[in-house]
């Protein structure tokens, strides 16, 4: 997800470290510190303008929740949800990274989930080792989980989620939830996209899937 240029936002992430973290690589292996507990850790790969991770982890505040995102124009908008509110998000931090070095930042069994929502499906066949369901990225997600981590995914493309269901399966993984049509029978985990509002209003059905790795 991209956005317009903010010319302010480089100042605002600069001003929150304490959120938006500099060097994430220097906190490899030591989160527990960053948080100051020993709650179990869950991220999100392309985090975006961050209502999935901020809602969660104000829904769920005896997890640690940390969101993923490249882009600087995109991030800032989750910063400012957490600055948006009174006393902040305590278990919620954010990582201005490239999702494709995790291992950088995480040591082995370190989050114990991780949260695919709305990746780009890159749908020409030569760019699907970019897609974050390919072979290679479930190497880097099975590095950084715990015997049994699991991985959770939603999209609103058809093709990037069968694409997925098979190379989930393929890689060994076990399917233990499966959906066509998450909004049909609207779990009350769910915690809406921006991009899950848009498309579901238009009535497009949402898939969704979690998956186990079996060691």
């Known amino acids: ?26 906190h490899k292996g030591k989160w527990h510190e960053v ?30 929740y940390i969101g993923i995102e490249l882009f600087e124009s995109v991030i800032v908008s989750a910063l400012e949800k957490v600055l948006e509110e009174e006393e902040g ?13 995790l291992q950088d930042f995480f040591e082995a069994g370190e989050v114990g989930l991780v949260y695919l929502n709305f990746s780009d499906p890159w749908p020409k066949t030569r760019h699907a080792k970019r ?7 479930l190497k880097l997600y099975e ?12 999209t609103d493309n058809r093709g990037l989620f069968e694409y997925s269901l098979k190379s989930i399966s393929e890689y060994g993984m076990l399917l233990t939830d499966v959906s066509l049509d998450l909004h049909a029978e609207e779990p009350e985990w769910n915690i809406m996209t921006e991009y899950e509002e848009k498309f579901s209003s238009l009535g497009q059905p949402i898939y969704h899937l979690e998956s186990r790795f079996q060691k």
């Not at 948080?35 to 640690?64: C, L, Q, T």
């Not at 931090?93 to 494709?100: A, D, F, M, S, T």
């Open 1 to 26: 997800m991209r956005a317009r240029y903010k010319p302010w936002a480089a100042d605002l992430i600069a001003a929150n470290p304490e959120i938006v973290i500099p060097e994430p690589q220097q």
């Open 35 to 64: 948080f100051d507990n020993d709650r179990p850790i869950h991220i999100e790969v392309g985090s975006g303008k961050g209502r999935f991770i901020s809602g969660m982890a104000k829904m769920n505040p005896d997890i640690n």
């Open 89 to 101: 998000i305590p278990n919620l931090r954010l990582l201005e990274v490239n999702g494709e070095a």
């Open 131 to 137: 897609r974050l369901t390919n072979e290679r990225f």
């Open 143 to 154: 590095s950084i989980l715990p015997v049994n981590g699991e991985i959770h995914f939603k």
